[in-house]
């Protein structure tokens, strides 16, 4: 009785281990999976509107050289290390913010007799947070083959090209002040920074009101920023135009590098509503000087500029 015991427990032992081999993955060839792609392409280039926020949606599957009797299982990731590379072939780029994707999907299935895997899914979000006009790059590798890390997937690098469009508004983040002819020296209620502080009706920059005209101040963005036009506004505190203080002609000049100034036009003061837009036509600069070129006096005796807030429009 015993030996018909152990025989029936061998005979299980010995289908339990049948099954498992037939359950598991079959070896794959180093380099036989890859990021399906376009004509074989390195690239795929997308249009991100950024005017506002939604889920764009990209489908990424893994391709197999052979198929194999057995499922297989791909998982994709970013890498970011990989921005020189991508940089040194096709010119500047900035990183996708980590904050702007997310993988709702990050593993995909090959299955068993087939060649392509069902689709991986990476989501773009918050696309206000991207720059206008700008270019974005995101690229993207397979991680690992059957939890493999090593050898299985091919080093092909995909790089998601993510051009954005016209933005809704330009935020002043990141702007500080590059330089200012003059300020009223008594009071620091005056300063040029006044002009990018948002605050678009009672807080102003004054020139000096012993300097004559004209009177300018320049700003840094402190990165690479496309307009279409310049906005400025006059505080309502001087109540335009009863008590003067306001420029009747204005030079507006953009620069690369805050040395070479290109002269973008001289502009009659025509402001409405507090405030007058300027445009250009599309432009983009790292630095923008205004300049007062002439001015109503305030209270008839001072040749000054009283300048609220200044921003570019897209």
Known sequence: ???????????????LTACSKNDAPVALSAGSVSIQTTSGKDTVQMAIPIASDSTQVIGLQAVLADAVG????????ADTTKLAAFRA????????????YYFYKSTARIAAGSTVSDSAQLNIILQTKLDGYATYVLPLVIQSVDGNPDGIATSQVVYYVLKTGKPSVIPKTSWTIAGVSSTVTT???YAA???????????????DLTQAMPQWVAINFNKSVTFSSVVYYFPTTYKYPTLGGYPTSIQLET???????????VFAGNIVNN?????????????????????VKYNNTYETIFISGIGVLP
């Open 70 to 77: 057995s499922d297989h299982w791909v998982t994709f990731k």
């Open 193 to 207: 920074t006044n002009v990018l502080d948002d605050n678009n009706t009672t807080t102003s920059w004054a020139s």
């Open 275 to 295: 405030m007058q837009v300027i445009s250009l036509g599309l432009t983009t600069a790292r630095y923008l000087r205004f300049t007062g070129l002439s001015s």
């Open 187 to 189: 009071s620091t209620a």
């Open 1 to 15: 009785m015993r030996t018909i015991i152990v025989n029936i427990f061998s005979c299980c032992l010995l289908l």
């Open 255 to 265: 620069s690369l590098d805050g040395t070479n100034w290109v002269n973008k036009g």
């Open 89 to 100: 072939v096709y010119g500047n780029a900035d990183l996708l913010p980590t904050s702007c």
